[in-house]
């Protein structure tokens, strides 16, 4: 593949060992949809949520595309009594990303990010690269190297 997302280009600067998908090519929209193109297994592609607490902290969640974020958990895991999904149009300027495309790499500015505990169950996940038809397929280990994050029971 000749196009590279900053994702990728970020993972390769790293010297992060990744794969990259793209079905930008296909009628894919959800994640299960995009699962299903990629003849991959769904609990182990996630999808990117960002949230925003009443102490106006923002959050970020990887939960896998068949689940939904649980906002009580969610709010548990990050020590806030309340946490929404914040608006699709605050999503790019605060992100960098747009709706569908968001990637927990590479975002404007970092973000205290939560995976679902179901992806340690994989010896990768896979999630968007940042832009919609391309996703990346890394471990929990080299995603350490290059962003923070904790894993918790969120769905």
Do not use: W
């Not at 997302?5 to 296909?26: C, E, Q, W």
């Not at 959050?59 to 990050?78: H, I, N, Q, W």
């Not at 391309?134 to 471990?139: G, H, K």
């Amino acid at each position: 593949m000749d196009f590279k997302t900053n994702v990728m280009r970020m993972l390769d600067k790293h010297k992060i060992n990744y794969r990259h998908y793209t079905y930008a090519d296909t009628e894919a929209i959800s994640g299960i949809e995009v699962a299903q193109v990629l003849n991959q297994n769904p609990k182990q592609v996630f999808k990117t949520l960002v949230t925003v607490a009443k102490s106006k902290k923002y959050y970020v969640f990887l939960v896998p595309v068949t689940e939904e974020l649980d906002l009580k958990k969610a709010a548990l895991a990050v020590n806030e009594k309340f946490v929404e999904m914040i608006k699709s149009k605050e999503l790019l300027p605060l992100t960098g990303y747009i709706h569908g495309g968001c990637s927990p790499i590479g975002m404007k500015k970092f973000f205290q990010t939560t995976i679902d505990s179901s992806s340690e169950n994989f010896d990768t996940i896979i999630f968007s690269a940042g832009k919609i038809g391309y996703q990346v397929e890394i471990s929990l280990e080299e995603l350490k190297k290059i962003i923070q994050f904790k894993t918790a029971d969120i769905t």
